[in-house]
């Protein structure tokens, strides 16, 4: 464009043929004045001086350090942060002292800084403590409680709530209270109309898990998932992320059911929940279009609460400061080098055999095995 300017051409008609606007013609036509076109400098640069009028000076950012080292070094109380620094600025009597945001930026700018920061590293994939579920070959259906809900003058209200790790199948079941018998009935119902998924995963409830306080102890929900091949998975206690799923579908429920209307019983209640169920199915179909196949449910299938329970039972579990873990009201020693951390607990009813996994959010495709040890669940005669 310069050249073409340069051997008379108008500069209208020179920005026309370069597609660009006669003002882009000018502002290089007025960069190259009076140069050689091979030595004009033709990046682009913004308008404005070079530095920031306000920019600390090289020899001052210079004497930050120098204190900074000296403090350090030298001074009896041992500090050397900015405030330090600007506090032995100040002794100097310099003139136009640095603020102490000022002189933390120089340090972190000059890399002067001893603290750091903690690394952000990329969320694991949903369910990645179950390989199948996070490649997408197997279905996880979460399940959870909802308590401390009261309808004025009437009962105490608690919900069963559910949602399918990724198909987003939901759903919610208002009761004035929950039993296991109620789970059961629930989950059937839900299972009946929308097929098995591979996993069942609970919090520890002992609705959900079956009594504590004896040893070797399956509860009914329990032998209802191993009856229909389907493995329960009971998230660790108090640990974050493995609900998270279903505690973000309880939080919604709870805002578009619960806390939106005014309830005048638990009838209402449940019609409003049901209305609501049906509006969020039809809005997440098409996230069940892509998600892994459910199971069909068995059609002469019957629950024998006294058959002895075959198949699988998976604890998620942190160990001890040992190495040790416990589940099933057991103690088990597992690693001494793996202390504080996440374990995959595979109780295998079938082999009688518990192996270990290691888990770490970190690397959640590493899972080894640590460690496994005989294991036989006593014959007992089930007592609901």
């Not at 209200?157 to 039993?179: K, N």
């Not at 209640?269 to 459910?294: C, D, F, I, N, W």
């Not at 579990?317 to 996440?342: D, I, K, M, N, Q």
Request: proline share 7%.
């Amino acid at each position: 464009m310069v050249a073409a300017v340069r051997t008379g051409e108008a500069e209208r008609a020179v920005a026309r043929r370069s597609h660009v606007s006669l003002f882009k013609v000018q502002f290089w036509a007025k960069r190259a004045d009076g140069q050689r076109l091979d030595r004009v400098d033709w990046r682009d640069r913004p308008s404005g001086p070079r530095e920031p009028l306000n920019r600390t000076s090289h020899d001052l950012e210079d004497l930050v350090l120098q204190v900074r080292r000296e403090l350090r070094e030298e001074s009896d109380l041992g500090e050397y942060g900015a405030v330090a620094i600007r506090a032995a600025l100040d002794q100097r009597q310099l003139p136009d002292l640095p603020h102490v945001r000022t002189l933390h930026r120089i340090l972190e700018r000059r890399g002067a800084l001893d603290g750091q920061r903690r690394p952000r590293r990329p969320a694991p994939p949903r369910g990645w403590y179950l390989p199948a579920v996070a490649d997408g070959r197997a279905e996880l259906d979460q399940f959870d409680t909802v308590e401390g809900l009261v309808i004025r003058g009437g009962p105490e209200v608690e919900i069963l709530t559910a949602m399918s790790l990724h198909g987003g199948l939901s759903g919610a079941w208002p009761q004035a209270g929950i039993t296991a018998k109620i789970v059961r009935e629930s989950l059937l119902a839900h299972w009946r109309e929308f097929s098995l998924p591979d996993y069942a995963q609970f919090d520890n409830d002992t609705v959900f898990q079956g009594p504590h306080q004896h040893p070797d102890a399956i509860g009914s929900v329990i032998r209802l998932c191993l009856s229909l091949g389907v493995v329960p998975v009971f998230a660790p206690p108090r640990e974050t992320g493995f609900q998270a799923a279903i505690e973000s579908f309880n939080g919604r429920w709870q805002a578009k059911v619960w806390a939106r209307f005014q309830h005048a019983s638990l009838a209402d209640l449940q019609v409003r929940s049901a209305k609501y169920m049906a509006a969020h199915r039809q809005r997440t179909v098409s996230r069940r279009e892509g998600a892994p196949e459910r199971r069909p449910f068995p059609a002469d299938w019957r629950l024998n609460l006294q058959a002895l329970p075959r198949g699988q039972i998976i604890f998620l579990r942190r160990t001890s400061e040992h190495g040790a873990v416990t589940l099933l009201g057991r103690t088990f020693e597992v690693e001494t080098t793996w202390p504080h951390r996440l374990l995959r607990c595979e109780v295998d009813l079938d082999e009688s055999m518990i192996r270990f996994y290691a888990l770490r959010r970190r690397a959640p495709d590493e899972q080894p095995l640590l460690h496994r040890t005989p294991y036989t669940l006593p014959p007992r005669r089930f007592r609901e």
